[in-house]
């Protein structure tokens, strides 16, 4: 029975972290409802009056990005904006035959007088927090625009984001991300799925009631004097960006998120790609969880419940190893359940984690209706999508989970980089793309096999107890094994 024990207590402790967690949810989804009904007027620059336009340096963070370069370099050239008042650098740590390239299509630039520099660098220290920061010790700009690669921001993107720096408390603009190839595959509409739910909910949840939000690492604007103030960046985690937020919110500075601009990006079309970015989110979460918790706690300078949004925020990663922890041990307690006929009631409490589902559910309803529409066929749409998604996510929950436990440990691991293939419509094709990894990962194995064993736990469902099985966890399993094999074979299937 002391197994069995172990088993429970770990069991329930998982289930109630997703129970908070999916509250937190909750609580941000009033805030976002309530935040659609009011109207704060903020004061804001005109740019209209030359007085009052200030110096902008947009940064372009590239390595090795031969595919979308050329895209890149010509969307920034067509920004509007006073061309004596607005500096581009190219910050280019690239190995390959792109840093020529390059090159050549920024000399063609200068010619038309636009002031661009390529910036390079000999060792890749830092990685992306490294060349930022390079970089800013020659920027003129009293604002920083900075654009991943993949990402295609619209000529009036300044004119919408900077004036909103007239109230000079607000260190950062952040705007939301767009997807130009959301519906090429399964795989991008469940990339996109999550990301709007982030970029709806989540930051305008926290933002709207002063709680802490975090730069995406792109298709937002910094001051200068804030990312000073704060520390500057600094490449001790692999999530650069949330780290320089936290630092800078616990410096009193505002963050300003604009729903309403919409910056368009490419999504990652390949797995091994989506595995790559997913492994530098969830293990930089975990790192960022260590570096900051303590400050958090300790500061007088926020409320207790922004310092609980933040905590949880933090540990929005560690969340995939609840998951994972309450998926395997699911079958597990499949069996306790039915071998114990005296712990009967303590198996109510399993429901904690189908309520926590129900609010997931209808958290993401609102992001998702605000997207694409409501209405009796979009809810039904919304239903496949919302139970796709949820299966694949928790198909992901081993390959992330073990990017949190490397997070929460201290081990350090090289910035790996999302390959970029410059796709934007089903006919585009990622095939040959040279910066794509060719081997394959070991914990695909372990993704093969979690699939046969909640298949396992699907036979299960007929066979345990005394009365014609138990089937309450068969749906929560059959999400499982379709995860897990989605992940699974797609992994395969992108190594040929």
């Known amino acids: 029975m002391i197994l069995e024990s172990v088993i429970i207590v770990i069991y329930t402790i998982a289930i109630l972290l997703i129970f908070m967690y999916a509250l937190a949810q909750l609580n941000l989804l009033y805030n976002y409802l309530s935040s659609k009904k009011s109207n704060t007027e903020c004061e804001t620059f005109d740019l209209s009056n030359p007085d009052e336009v200030p110096l902008v340096t947009i940064q372009l963070p590239v390595f090795n990005e031969m595919y979308v ?54 060792d890749r220290q830092g990685f992306k927090a490294g060349a930022l920061k390079e970089g800013l010790k020659s920027a003129k700009g009293e604002f920083i625009a900075i654009f991943d690669a993949d990402f295609l921001p619209k000529k009036n993107w300044l004119k919408r984001t900077i004036p909103f720096f007239k109230n000079e408390e607000i260190g950062v603009v952040q705007t939301r991300w767009g997807h130009i190839n959301r519906n090429y595959s399964l795989l991008t509409k469940i990339q996109a799925f999550a990301l709007d739910a982030h970029f709806t909910l989540e930051q305008v949840g926290r933002n709207s009631k002063g709680h802490f939000i975090n730069f995406n690492g792109t298709a937002g604007v910094w001051r200068k004097t804030c990312i000073i103030d704060a520390g500057n960046w600094e490449g001790d985690t692999l999530t650069e960006d949330l780290d320089l937020s936290y630092r800078a919110q616990l410096k009193n500075w505002k963050f300003k998120y604009l729903e309403d601009v919409e910056t368009p990006a490419e999504l990652p079309v390949v797995i091994s790609a989506a595995r790559s970015q997913q492994f530098r989110w969830n293990k930089g979460g975990a790192e960022n969880f260590r570096k900051m918790l303590w400050r958090v706690i300790r500061s007088k300078n926020i409320s207790a419940k922004t310092k609980v949004h933040g905590l949880l925020h933090l540990l929005n990663s560690t969340m995939f190893l609840s998951i994972f922890t309450v998926a395997v041990l699911s079958i597990p307690m499949l069996y306790i359940k039915n071998e114990y006929a005296h712990l009967r009631y303590y198996f109510y409490f399993m429901s904690f984690f189908v309520m926590s589902t129900v609010i997931f559910f209808v958290c993401y309803w609102f992001m998702y209706k605000n997207i694409y529409g409501s209405g009796f066929k979009k809810f039904f749409s919304y239903i496949g999508m919302f139970f796709t998604f949820f299966s694949i996510a928790m198909g992901f929950s081993l390959h992330n989970s073990i990017a949190v436990i490397e997070g929460h440990i201290g081990k350090r691991s090289e910035f790996v980089r999302t390959p970029k293939f410059n796709i934007s419509s089903i006919k585009d094709s990622w095939k040959g793309n040279k910066y794509l990894r060719k081997k394959l990962s070991a914990n695909v194995i372990l993704e093969g096999l ?47």
Do not use: W
Request: aromatic content about 14%; overall charge negative; proline content about 2%.
């Open 69 to 122: 370069m050329d895209r890149l370099l010509d969307n920034i050239a067509q920004i509007e904006y006073p061309k004596e008042k607005l500096e581009i650098q190219v910050l280019d740590d690239s190995t390959d035959e792109s840093v020529n390239s390059t090159r050549e299509h920024i000399e063609k630039l200068q010619a038309t007088g636009l002031d661009i520099k390529h910036m390079t660098r000999t």
């Open 450 to 496: 979690l699939m046969f064993y909640f298949g396992f736990g699907l036979y299960s469902a007929f066979i345990v107890g005394d009365q014609g099985g138990d089937f309450g966890l068969f749906p929560f399993h059959l999400m499982l094994f379709i995860g897990f094999g989605y992940v699974f074979f797609k992994s395969l299937s992108s190594k040929v």
